[in-house]
């Protein structure tokens, strides 16, 4: 197992993933749109994960950990259909969901997301 940190995405204030010792380690995913409802964003947010998560060599069964914030905790509901729909079952990581005030007003939604890499062959 290599001790190099290995990251993804990199840019001028974040990288979109950082991987080291065989744990990914995901920035927060926001909607690419605002102008949808919750539960399109929920689900845009969850596409994006399971993206990065491959590209790290992950997958969404290999959640350690995931943070969720919402700019209305009314909308847990809604966002908790998506999030059971997306979760492969009996692989449901512990999880923290609390209301928070997002950096783009339209954004609904942020998730951060740490994972397990899948083991080397």
Known sequence: ?????????????????AIFNGVVYLAGMVPERGDTDIR????????QVQQRLLEAGSDKSRILRTQIYLTDIREIGAMNEVWDAWVVPGTAPPRATVQAALADP??????????AQKPSL
Request: charged share 25%; proline share 0%.
């Open 1 to 17: 197992m290599s001790h190099d940190i290995v990251r993804h995405g990199v840019a001028a204030r974040y990288s979109e993933a």
């Open 40 to 47: 399109r964003q929920t689900q845009d947010v969850l596409d």
């Open 106 to 115: 339209a954004w609904k939604i942020e998730i951060v997301v740490t994972a």
